[in-house]
């Protein structure tokens, strides 16, 4: 088990885990690190690293960064590196390290494994980030049932974006599962407004 680190996962790719991840990294105090990075062009630590206060030492370098904006198994495919997540060096922090995954729960961290047991083989408590559109229901609960199959413990959904009190209830209802936290659609992204969400975010967390 990797003390003190929390797995932040979505329900599909593009689901806002990066923004999801920085509000709350800055909400805890806690360190942030992505892995995997598939694509030079637009990297996600660097964003992260802008929106947390003292991001320059909370935001840890990747295990990899692999040259195209694909699937992490075909972009090492195409690099011709081997992606083998027991060998990982992690970070060194006495801080919650909040580790952020590519893509959905069973997007490939290589071309024989998952996200998801990347997150079960270390025995990490995760975080899952969901959004409202149509079809969220169904995404976020075979999320949450793969997550419960693999034995990973679930502290909670995060909902990005607008609110739809419906398939919010019906979610936490049917799953037992408690969204701990909204983040709203920022209008201007920089580190003043995620530093104000996150304030409001804090006394919302009982881990």
Known sequence: MRKNSIAILGIHTGIGKTIAAAVLAEALGADYWKPIQAGTEEQDSPVVKQLLTNG??????????????LSPHAAAAIDGVVVDYTKFVWPVTDKTLLVETAGGIL??????????????????????VAQNYLGSINHTLMSIEVLKSRGIKLMGIVMNGITNAASETFIEEYSKTSIIARIPHFDKLDNASVAVVAKQLFLNFQF
């Open 56 to 69: 320059s030492t909370r935001v840890h370098n990747e295990a990899f960064v692999l040259s195209q904006p």
């Open 107 to 128: 997007s490939p961290m290589s071309a024989t494994t998952t996200m998801a047991d990347f997150v079960a083989h270390y025995d990490m408590p995760a975080i899952l």
